[in-house]
C-alpha cells in the first residue's frame, strides 16, 4: 500500500505541472506496473456462478475467448472482456463487453452487460444464497454467457448482418446457491431472462462442483504446486419458458473446468463443453485470463483526491 501511495502522490504532482500528460502516463505504467497483483477465490466455472464476492476496492479484468461451430454453419469467435469490482463486501458489480468474428462472415461489436450481485446473508454458511441482477443490451451475441429457453445451434445460423439489426434488451435473473465443504465448492444457479419486448420468461439452470488439486499449500512458491490447480464439472442448460417450462427440445451440456493460478500473477481457465442433446451445439470451447488488482478502489480515490487514503 506505500509503494500505491507513493507512486500517486508522484502522479498527482506531475499532473499539475505544464507537461502534464507525457509525465501522467509515464507514471501510470510505473504505477500499475508495482501494482499489487492478487487472487479472488476461483471455482474455475464459466457459467455457473458460487457464492464468492470480489474483495472491496479490488479490480478483476477478464478476457474471456469462446469459439463453435453449429452444425452446417460457419465456426465463430466470441471474445467478451470482463471488468469485475468489489464495490462492497456484500455487493460486487461487473461491465462485459462483446464482439464476435464469424468466419466467411462479418466481426461485430455485440454490445454490453450490466451484473450486479448482492450476498444476502454476513458470514459464511452452509448454504449461501446470493441475488443476481443483470441488464444486456445486445445483438449478433455469440458469448454463449448463458443458455435459457430453447436457445440451440440454429441461433448460430442467421447471418451476422441480419442479427446485428436486431437489437435485444434483456434483464437476467438468478437464485444463486453455493456451499464449501473440505475444499469443495457446490454452486447452483437457477436463471430467469426475460426480453423486455413483451416476450415470455426464458428459463434455464447452471451447476457446479470444483476442487483444488491439493489443499496443503507449498511451503515454496512454485508454479505448478497441486494447491494452484482447480478441477471441476459443470452442468447446464434451458428449461423452457413461463409459456412450456420442460427439459424436451432444450440444449443440455456437460463442461469439464480446469483452473491455474500463477502466484502474483494470472488466472488461466480452460472447460470444453459437449452438447448431450440435438439442439445444442456439438462443442463449445472455453477460456478464460484474468488478473485481479488489489486496492484498485483506494487507489483512484487517492488518485482523484490528492490524499492518501
Known sequence: ????????????????????????????????????????????????????????????????????????????????????YGTTAWWTTELYLEGQKTLNDSTVFSGYRLENRFHILPGDH??????????????????????????????????????????????????ILSSDYKGWNISENFIGEKNLAHEPWEFGYAIGISRPLGLAASPFACSFCPENFRAGLELYGGLGTADRFTFHDTSQYIAPVLAWSLPAGPVFRISPSFGLTDPAYGFILRLGVSYEFSGFGHAMRAFFTGRPR
Open 126 to 175: 452452509w448454504i449461501n444464497p446470493v441475488l443476481y441482477l443483470e441488464y444486456e443490451r445486445l445483438s449478433a451475441d455469440k458469448a454463449l454467457k448463458e443458455v435459457v429457453g430453447f436457445d440451440g445451434q440454429e441461433d448460430g445460423l442467421e447471418p451476422n448482418g441480419i442479427t446485428r439489426g436486431e437489437v435485444e434488451r434483456e434483464v437476467e435473473t438468478r437464485l
Open 1 to 84: 500500500m506505500v509503494g500505491i501511495r507513493s507512486g500517486f502522490h508522484q502522479i498527482t504532482y506531475r499532473l499539475r505541472s505544464k507537461r502534464a500528460l507525457p509525465h501522467l502516463l509515464a507514471s501510470v505504467l510505473l504505477w500499475m506496473g508495482g501494482m499489487t497483483i492478487a487472487h479472488a477465490q476461483e471455482s474455475g466455472y464459466f457459467v455457473t456462478y458460487d457464492h464468492h464476492m470480489e474483495e472491496p476496492g479490488s479490480l478483476e479484468v477478464e478476457f474471456e475467448p469462446t469459439t463453435a461451430q453449429p452444425g452446417g454453419g460457419n465456426r465463430f469467435f466470441s471474445g467478451l472482456t470482463e471488468f469485475e
